[in-house]
């Protein structure tokens, strides 16, 4: 892959840890990095998907990596992380916080512990690494965080209730957190896909429909990746998302969630 100008500039010789990099949209945000010349700290449960990626991207790109398997529905799993980086001498310079998963059906009849865990793994894992990276970045005076949020964070979404939620958390806390450490040089951007081409649909149970038009993860991965070099604080990585989020402004939001709960209704609810 042609590395990206903008990505050359801002991330060569740096050290990224990504998170998810074993699948989909972190697969290739892992690609993008080591196209432009970053190292990679690269985490998840599958440890041979992320030898083996770790292996390729090395021979491809002449990059160093490192490999460290965790689950981040683990309490322990951020400090582990930061031990096998920050603790052992590795500056991470970008952190992406990527692993994360939905469901798609009705919330009554769902695993509770699932429900449960994705708010771990997609809220409280992501304020926990971060809070355990950014003192260092912000003493280096650099660093740069990307948070996967989704386009579902732009209204409430029935039958992926607690996802869509967890997604508007991760976005407002990106958001946020950019407007308070940007004085320190650090870089903090939301990244908003909408249907992206990934493994998320078979996790979350939904059956992939033909006519829905996905996007690739390269894409979503450049496009949010350049963004957090610009100094984004958001990207919705296609025009179509873009322009449905601005029309929603100017609709009651109670029209928006009944017409969402419409389009998401699976076909046993009748
Ligand atoms: N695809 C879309 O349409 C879409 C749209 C908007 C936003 N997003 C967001 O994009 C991010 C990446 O999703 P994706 O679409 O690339 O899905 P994916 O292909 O299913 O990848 C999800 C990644 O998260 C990791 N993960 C899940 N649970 C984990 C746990 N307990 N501990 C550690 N890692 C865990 C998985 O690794 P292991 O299973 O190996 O642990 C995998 O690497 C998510 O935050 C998602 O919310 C996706």
Same mark, same amino acid.
């Not at 029309?247 to 009748?270: G, L, N, S, Y």
């Given at each position: 892959? $042609? ?6 500039? =801002? ?23 080591? =196209?432009?010349?970053?190292?990679? +700290?690269? @985490? ?5 998907? &992320?030898? $083996? ?19 981040? =529905? ?9 031990? =096998? ?31 449960? #865990? ?32 989704? @386009? ?9 209730? #607690? ?15 950019? /407007? ?10 939301? &990244?908003?896909?909408?249907? #992206? ?11 992939? /429909? ?6 690739? +993860? ?14 984004? @604080? ?33 076909? @046993?609810?009748?």
């Amino acid at each position: 892959m $042609a590395a990206s100008p903008i990505l050359t500039r =801002a991330y060569k010789g740096k050290w990224a840890l990504i998170t998810g990099a074993s699948a989909g949209i972190g697969v290739a945000l892992a690609e993008e990095l080591a =196209a432009a010349g970053a190292n990679l +700290a690269l @985490t998840a449960r599958r440890a041979d998907r &992320l030898e $083996a990626l770790a292996q390729r991207l090395q021979a491809q790109y002449g990059i160093q990596t490192r490999v460290i398997p965790a689950d981040l =529905a683990d309490p322990k799993a951020p400090s582990l992380l930061y031990e =096998a980086t920050e603790g052992l001498g590795t500056p991470i310079d970008i952190l992406v916080n990527n692993a994360g998963f939905g469901y798609l059906g009705e919330f009554q009849r769902s695993d509770r512990d699932f429900q449960r #865990t994705m708010v771990d793994v997609n809220c409280a894992a992501v304020v926990d690494l971060t809070h355990r990276f950014l003192p260092r970045m912000i003493a280096r005076r650099n660093g740069d965080i990307l948070i996967l949020a989704s @386009t579902a964070a732009y209204q409430p979404v029935a039958y992926m209730a #607690t996802y869509a939620a967890t997604k508007v958390f991760d976005r407002y806390f990106a958001e946020a957190l950019a /407007e308070e450490v940007g004085r320190f040089g650090i870089r903090v951007s939301a &990244l908003c896909p909408g249907p #992206t081409e990934s493994e998320f649909g078979q996790v979350a149970g939904s059956r992939k /429909e033909e006519k829905r038009k996905y996007q690739s +993860a390269a894409e979503v991965a450049r496009l949010g990746l350049e963004g957090l070099a610009q100094g984004k @604080t958001w990207v919705i990585p296609y025009s179509g998302g873009r322009i449905q989020v601005f029309a929603q402004r100017f609709v009651p939001r109670r029209f928006i969630t009944k017409a969402a709960e419409k389009m998401f209704r699976p076909e @046993t609810v009748k």
